[in-house]
T-cell receptor, first 110, second 116 residues
Framework: DAKTTQPNSMESNEEEPVHLPCNHS???????IHWYRQLPSQGPEYVIH???SNVNNRMASLAIAEDRKSSTLILHRATLRDAAVYYC???????????FGTGTRLTIIP | ETGVTQTPRHLVMGMTNKKSLKCEQH?????MYWYKQSAKKPLELMFV???????ENNSVPSRFSPECPNSSHLFLHLHTLQPEDSALYLC???????????????FGDGTRLSIL
């Protein structure tokens, strides 16, 4: 199964953009890239997903490298409410389960 | 408000007790899931139900018994649990089951279970 690697923790200042990296060097051509986040005392929350092209939604943007071996979740303007653990997950046919790793703990500095 | 409600939010029980966790989704989804999140460990998928049929059992001990009476409700019946079963139990739902990719999962806020 393709694995993802994320930094354990990151800090960012409030109202600045945040770039959360994810490496997935063994990704297959059919793997989708998903991002979820988990705020304190809450269940995980879907953020965004993509396959090959960059994706945007109201929460974030997903930038996928051309070789797809890495991706970056972009929060355009961080708020204190964005402090959470962010998970980068791969799935594809035959391995559809969302396998959560340890994620990146994002701290927002006021 | 995620549309997935779990009760109770907290539960303390002895090893010989029997209790049940409840999950209800108001999203019209067809698939529901149970996950376990232990301290300092990643989320682990326990069970998957699609249209009220169990489609996945991730090698979970029989002291955990799921029940899905309809597509809106999911239960996890607990009996004779061990201290290592203390964890956050999360319920999730999605429009279709996991064999259809690109189905965002919507999670509840979990039940914090402590086994004495």
């Amino acid at each position: 199964d393709a694995k993802t690697t994320q930094p354990n923790s990151m800090e960012s200042n409030e109202e600045e953009p945040v770039h959360l990296p994810c490496n997935h060097s063994t990704i297959s051509g059919t793997d989708y890239i998903h991002w979820y986040r988990q705020l304190p005392s809450q269940g995980p929350e879907y953020v965004i997903h993509g396959l090959t092209s960059n994706v945007n939604n109201r929460m974030a943007s997903l930038a996928i490298a051309e070789d797809r071996k890495s991706s970056t979740l972009i929060l355009h303007r961080a708020t204190l409410r964005d402090a959470a653990v962010y998970y980068c997950i791969l799935s594809n046919f035959g391995n559809e389960k969302l396998t959560f790793g340890t994620g990146t703990r994002l701290t927002i500095i006021p | 408000e995620t549309g997935v409600t779990q009760t109770p939010r907290h539960l303390v029980m002895g090893m010989t007790n029997k209790k049940s966790l409840k999950c209800e989704q108001h999203l019209g989804h067809n698939a529901m899931y149970w996950y376990k999140q232990s301290a300092k460990k990643p989320l682990e998928l326990m069970f998957v139900y699609s249209l009220e049929e169990r489609v996945e059992n991730n090698s979970v001990p029989s002291r955990f018994s799921p029940e899905c009476p309809n597509s809106s409700h999911l239960f996890l019946h607990l009996h004779t649990l061990q201290p290592e079963d203390s964890a956050l139990y999360l319920c999730a739902s999605s429009q279709d089951d996991i064999r259809v990719l690109n189905q965002p999962q919507h999670f509840g806020d979990g039940t914090r279970l402590s086994i004495l």
